[in-house]
């Protein structure tokens, strides 16, 4: 059985708990977390220089909406997803194709929406 794909991942998620819980799952899934930030202006430094692989957004951070972010990392050819609440109503037209993991959601639904953004940009 081939051994999981390791991915270098920046979270950009404003409740610490979800964010600890979701770098938890990673770390179980054999990622590892380059950074979980909380605030848009330090996500948008770490989006366009931080050596990553994979970034897991939540769409709304304290009221700022995280599609700066998405666009840079579009820009990189860095695969995303967004995390929401409200789940793909909550996007931008811009970002109406992007996919989104509906919060709350399990490890399964988690693992499968990586390998699915990951596989969309090869």
């Not at 897991?56 to 860095?78: C, E, H, M």
């Amino acid at each position: 059985m081939a051994r999981p794909v390791t991915r270098r991942i920046l979270i950009v998620e404003d409740e610490f708990l979800v964010a600890m819980e979701l770098e938890d799952l990673l770390i179980g899934m054999e990622h590892e977390v380059v950074a979980s930030v909380a605030w848009l202006d330090k996500a948008l430094q770490l989006a366009a220089h931080a050596d990553i692989d994979f970034a897991i957004l939540d769409i709304n951070l304290g009221g700022t909406k995280s599609f700066p972010v998405a666009t840079i990392l579009r820009r990189r050819n860095i695969p995303f997803l967004f995390a929401s609440g409200y789940g793909s109503p909550g996007l931008s037209e811009e970002f109406s194709n992007e996919l989104t993991l509906q919060k709350p959601y399990c490890s399964q639904d988690l693992k499968r929406a990586i390998v699915q953004a990951c596989t969309r940009l090869i």
